[in-house]
């Protein structure tokens, strides 16, 4: 059971948009920035978005992340094939003393 | 250009031991964070480890507290998982991963392609 919430799976057409969720708490996202992450099978993790809404060079501007409270958001628009993937939200967890990632949301564009 | 090589992994018996090791270089390795992520079979991502840019502070995920041990020789810029009583549920792919921020709060931003771990009798 992961300590941040992420729902399993979302999916859309393409050119839609979608958000993905990543609920925590006071001792995590609360109080920490929150990075979001895509996973390719068989690559490396690829950062998305960092210090909660800031996107690294590179990252189109399709790809968004809002946080309020103890829980962020990543939005990405203009959904592409090539954007099927499995997408983590990770933050420090001041109480476990420890940095947490969600679960995982796996994205299906139909 | 930033790169992340990881060593080390390979087939162990429960209870045996393995250091990973984590070669960097195309960066100063000694003024970033470095963090230790797994990935077992069918299952998600689960963070391990971080050590400071001075080795000053350590810490590990509950699940591995006790038995993994994270070091690294800024001489040789060079991170290590020292992973002791290793179980069946350890068996994972192992990234390293670097961390721009000093402190608690992290991000990564580049990532090793990884190692495979297998605990199997």
């Known amino acids: 059971q992961s300590v941040l919430t992420q729902p399993p799976s979302v999916s859309a057409a393409p050119g839609q948009k979608v958000t993905i969720s990543c609920s925590g708490s006071s001792f995590n996202i609360g109080n920490n920035s929150v990075s979001w992450y895509q996973h390719l099978p068989g690559t490396a993790p690829k950062l998305l978005i960092y210090d909660n809404n800031r996107r690294p060079s590179g990252i189109p501007d399709r790809f968004s992340g809002s946080k309020s409270g103890t829980s962020a958001t990543l939005g990405i628009t203009g959904l592409q094939t090539g954007d099927e993937a499995d997408y983590y939200c990770?933050?420090?967890?001041?109480?476990?003393?420890?940095?947490?990632f969600g679960g995982g949301t796996k994205l299906t564009v139909l | 250009q930033v790169q992340l090589v990881e060593s080390g992994g390979g087939v162990v018996q429960p209870g045996r031991s393995l250091r990973l090791s984590c070669a960097a270089s195309g960066f100063t390795f000694s003024s970033y964070d470095m963090h230790w992520v797994r990935q077992a079979p069918g299952k998600g991502l689960e963070w391990v480890a971080v050590?400071?840019?001075?080795?000053?502070?350590?810490y590990h995920a509950d699940s591995v507290k006790g038995r993994f041990t994270i070091s690294r020789d800024n001489s040789k810029s060079t991170l290590y998982l020292q992973m002791n009583s290793l179980r069946v549920e350890d068996t994972a792919v192992y990234y390293c991963?670097?961390?721009?921020?000093?402190?608690?709060?992290?991000?990564?931003?580049?990532w090793g392609q990884g190692t495979l771990v297998t605990v199997s009798s």
């Open positions: 991963a670097r961390d721009p921020l000093l402190g608690s709060d992290w991000y990564l931003d580049y």
């Open positions: 050590i400071w840019y001075d080795g000053s502070h350590k």
């Open positions: 990770g933050t420090w967890d001041n109480s476990l003393s420890s940095g947490v």
